[in-house]
């Protein structure tokens, strides 16, 4: 089934280990994107692999916000762009006007207590109803407060905060900070721009969603895209991530959701427009997918979740199963109404029955991490240039990243980084600065710092 997010197969991406790099130009799809290649990989006998040498799991969210359930905002608001989709003719009228507060308080606090993490959207000025850093009508400006208190101090230690753009429907004119007049297609956030746009224009336009949650005290490394936002102009959203959200937040790595990867599609985050590759001033942007379509409750709340999708009672079989057997990242998708399920809450019951099955199979075996901690590590990973000599290797890092973890062949001894790493007798046992005996092989795990680091054995 078409999904409102697309796929795009091109990006750029760097082995991480010495060799020159050659940037092609992609021309499978016109998008304006290049590929970084290594044209000289030597034999180090020095693997990166994944963190702790486990898979990242996380659950993105899209459609939330404060307060509003966007899947009764905004079905109205796509019926007059779109009269003609079956979907927009629902009895959106039927449906909770609110989220409460409560449910998110409940749903962070499972999450917590489980070590669940991921990305939790917080639209702007939500379906039009109102501005998250000035006023809700309907809400009183306590509530709203209050509503984003609970976001920053539950939400925001273990979850990604991302704008959806500024509406999520209708495009706003930047010099009013009103909906555009005309209502259609062309004039939807899910379908924006209809002609192609310049860098600038659309670093514009996520700037304004962003310094609207800079605002509100809330922190942000990247941007969601609502549905099909910057389909036209994939090479150049991408920049336009990298130039809004370093200019507004001042990080050094930003990243976005957009696309959902199925079959046999590689799940790994794509570098994308990297520039500096080899050095300390590398610059990209990281295209972090997702690996599973939305089986809860969908975006308007009124579907019946299909748990099994992402995996059954015994985790044996499943999209997130799968994932983890492939050894990729297995990234959940959902809609923040379809969770909710209009009050009845059957997706979040899906939602937890499904983490605790794969708790349950592969607590061992997995780490539940942010997006941004996912795009963090591959580019770490993939931009970092190691060098072996003997009992020494050099690993010269763009960015620093935690649990940073190698499989270093034939090698013995204590590994020692600025100070001696303890050894561990299991491989699940692995954090930063230990380090597990296999056969020959040695797996080292530590936090990289930006810059040089020495790993030794004595």
Not at 313 to 329: C, K
Request: hydrophobic share 35%; net charge neutral.
């Amino acid at each position: 089934m078409q999904t409102r997010r697309g796929f795009l197969a091109t990006g750029l991406s760097v082995a991480a280990n010495s060799g020159s790099i050659r940037l092609l130009a992609d021309e499978d799809d016109g998008s304006g994107f290049q590929r970084a290649v290594r044209t000289g990989r030597d034999t180090l006998n020095v693997k990166v692999l994944m963190p702790r040498n486990r898979v990242p799991l996380s659950f993105v969210i899209d459609d939330s916000t404060c307060l509003v359930n966007m899947g009764h905002f905004c079905t109205p608001q796509f019926a007059e762009a779109l009269p003609n989709r079956a979907e927009y003719k629902k009895r959106w009228r039927d449906w909770p006007r609110e989220i409460p507060d409560e449910f998110v308080r409940r749903f962070g606090e499972w999450c917590v207590e489980r070590g669940v993490r991921g990305k939790y959207s917080i639209v702007p000025y939500p379906a039009c109803v109102g501005w998250v850093d000035r006023e809700m009508p309907g809400w009183s400006r306590q509530q709203l407060q209050e509503s984003l208190k609970l976001v920053r101090e539950l939400m925001v230690p273990n979850w990604d905060i991302h704008p959806e753009m500024i509406t999520h429907t209708r495009v706003i004119d930047l010099k009013t900070g009103r909906p555009k007049e005309a209502i259609n297609a062309g004039t939807m956030e899910n379908s924006y721009p209809q002609e192609k746009k310049s860098v600038d224009e659309l670093a514009a336009y996520l700037a304004y969603a962003l310094r609207i949650l800079e605002r509100c005290d809330l922190p942000c490394e990247g941007i969601t895209t609502p549905g099909g936002f910057g389909n036209l102009v994939k090479s150049e959203l991408s920049l336009a991530v990298d130039q809004a959200v370093r200019d507004v937040y001042r990080v050094d790595l930003p990243h976005y959701f957009k696309y959902v990867r199925t079959g046999d599609q590689s799940t790994e985050p794509l570098l994308e427009h990297v520039r500096g590759a080899g050095t300390e001033d590398a610059r990209l942007t990281v295209n972090v997918p997702a690996g599973t379509g939305d089986w809860f409750g969908g975006w308007q709340g009124d579907r019946v979740p299909d748990a099994d999708r992402y995996c059954n009672e015994d985790a044996t079989s499943g999209r997130m199963v799968e994932l983890i057997e492939r050894h990729q990242p297995a990234i959940m998708l959902c809609h923040w109404p379809g969770i909710y399920s209009n009050g009845t809450e059957a997706g979040f019951r899906a939602f937890q029955r499904i983490v605790t099955s794969l708790n349950a199979r592969y607590r061992d075996q997995t780490l539940w991490m942010k997006l941004s901690e996912i795009g963090r590590y591959w580019a770490a990973k993939d931009l970092t240039v190691l060098n072996r000599v003997g009992k020494q290797i050099t690993l010269d890092a763009p960015f620093n990243v935690n649990e940073f973890t190698l499989r270093v062949a034939k090698v013995s001894g204590s590994a020692r980084l600025d100070s001696k790493l303890n050894q561990v007798a299991k491989m699940s046992a692995l954090t930063a600065g230990t380090w597990f005996q296999s056969g020959q092989d040695q797996i080292v795990c530590f936090n990289l710092a930006k810059g040089r680091n020495l790993l030794q054995w004595n």
